[in-house]
């Protein structure tokens, strides 16, 4: 019963609030005002230069597959060399070489390497891009703040113009009543210096309004008229069923898929790699015969085969680091959920206790507009006088202004937990 009560009030806060009414001119949804904080903020340049920098870097990495080839030179001078006698004749080294030549390398396996850090450059950006949306969430809260200061701020307005307007009509009465010997001066004077209070409380409230409409402007990068209605979703939480759509769950699961790649990097390095090389060049003496001692081109090729089986147990150790780090993802995880769910109660807890207030405060307002009622009957009479009349201006004022802030407020407190959850 308390829920189907509930969600009936929230249904008549939605659609009962003119400072968020839909169909008006000039509006606009509070998603779309999110979506432009977002395009506006400098931070969202980051986004674009993520995408280049991965794009860079997957294709330096897809040209590691091309073969190598280099341009190689050596020049050296020793004291002495080999020195092989053959009867009357002798083989004499020289004791300056020097050599130069094209070298080639191709991998015909890498043991996955290349496709071990394709897969780690992409994890990398993808929990770049969610650190970059999880800082973005942030701008919905302000939007938030700023459009509810506006929206209580015009209510205030709308009540102290409704005040004001009684106020003239009663100054109107006691003019008269002044005017024909009946009413002391200083008791039309009381209520002319309230009225003027009004004013500047009028005054003030609308450059409130100006303000926060100029924050909401620098905050979109986009001008607004002054009398722009802020359009929410029509979606009412149940506290139950809404399923958390945050982007720090996606981050978490960023971080574990990055980690993934990086051990499986390290398997890739402990495996064998297999690769063909070529040289070609020229050289004094002949570097692939030791008995040409004169200048000669020369060529080679072959298979190489490289293998790092054994290195100290390092990648296992590294492996046990990922696992733990890891576990320390999860760790984080479940206390964002957990702070989430402290929230979810707390914002349940508000909503109730606003929901309270407001039939309470709808009550006295009844009252007290009773009772101002009454005091104009009673000042028309001549039985209070102005100050009297003022005080319980004042008071139902003073109601009327925490209802409309306790409905404002709870709208907010939706919101807000609407945001929390990421639903909005």
Known sequence: MNQLKLTYYLFLCLFGFSCFGQGQSNSIQLSEAYLLAEEHYPLIKDSDL??????????????????????NGQGQLQSENINIPLGENAINAPLE????????????????????????????????????????RSLKDKVNVIVFVIALSRKQKQILQTSQEDLRVNIQNLQSGFENG????SEVSKLKVRQLELTSEIIRTEGDIK????????LTGKTFPEDVQFELPYVVPTFRSETINRPEEALFDNQKSLFA????????STRPKISLFAQGGIGY???LNFSDINTATYALGGVKLKWDFLDWGKGKKDRERI???????????????????SDRMEYQEKIAALQAQIKNDEAIVVIQKDI???????????????????????????????????KIQLQQTITNYLTLIGQL
Not at 323 to 341: P, T
Not at 382 to 395: E, H, K, L, P, R
Request: charged content about 25%; hydrophobic content about 40%.
């Open 50 to 71: 993520i995408d280049k920098i991965e794009a860079i870097n997957l294709k330096n990495i897809s040209k590691t597959k091309l073969p190598k080839i280099s341009l």
């Open 97 to 136: 070489t020097y050599s130069a030549y094209v070298g080639i390398d191709y991998d015909l396996y890498d043991g996955g390497i290349k496709k071990a850090q394709k897969a780690s450059e992409i994890a990398s950006a993808n929990v770049e891009r969610k650190s970059l949306e999880v800082q973005l």
């Open 182 to 185: 009946t009413v002391l001066e």
């Open 211 to 218: 303000t926060y409409i100029s924050l909401l402007e620098q």
């Open 261 to 268: 790649a990086q051990e499986a990097s390290i398997a890739a």
């Open 285 to 287: 003496p002949n570097p």
């Open 323 to 341: 696992k733990l780090q890891q576990q320390q993802i999860e760790v984080d995880r479940e206390l964002f959920l957990f702070d989430i769910d």
């Open 372 to 406: 101002l009622a009454q005091s104009q009957v009673q000042l028309d009479n001549g039985v209070i006088n102005s100050s009297d009349y003022v005080t319980q201006v004042n008071a139902t004022l003073n109601a009327e202004q925490q209802l409309e802030f306790n």
